[in-house]
């Protein structure tokens, strides 16, 4: 199956869908999304920066392209642990990209890095390390 069918599967969820994530790049075990600017994810109006909500979730949704990606099926997964620090904000009117690496799989969890970043991956807006369940059913399709 390929990554933009696994990108399809975890974009069906409301939330993700409504912030038009779209793959922008994957390997064997990384995958960079990116989460396109629009006015509706501006959650300070006085220096339009983009709420920090929308990047978290991009954040959890490129890992979980990515484990997908890594696993090389429609395994389902649920976020156990994700820790994301918001290093600086977003500003407006910039894409941002994920990128995300599953660098180690045990049969029951995957473990994942991740960098947001605007146009250099080396200056970052937020990381991310998390843990997510995997499960021995099939993740559900719509």
């Known amino acids: 199956m390929s990554i933009q069918s696994y990108l399809k599967t975890i974009n069906q969820t409301p939330h993700a869908k409504k912030l038009n994530i779209t793959l922008v790049s994957h390997g064997e075990t ?3 999304l990116k989460l396109p600017f629009s006015k509706q994810i501006i959650g ?3 220096n339009n920066y983009i709420h ?3 990047v978290s979730t991009a954040i959890d949704t490129a890992c979980g392209a990515d484990i997908l990606q890594a696993q090389n099926n429609l395994r389902a997964m649920a976020t156990l642990d994700l820790r994301i620090d ?3 904000p977003a500003a407006s009117g910039a894409d941002i990209n994920v990128y ?3 660098y180690h799989l045990t049969h029951t969890i995957a473990f994942v890095r991740a960098s947001a970043y605007t146009d250099d991956i080396n200056s970052p807006i937020a990381t991310a390390v998390g843990s997510f ?3 021995n059913k099939q993740f559900p399709v719509q």
């Open 44 to 46: 300070d109006c006085v």
């Open 30 to 32: 990384s995958t960079t």
């Open 100 to 102: 995300a690496d599953c």
């Open 52 to 54: 920090s909500g929308a």
């Open 133 to 135: 369940m995997r499960s």
């Open 86 to 88: 918001h290093i600086r």
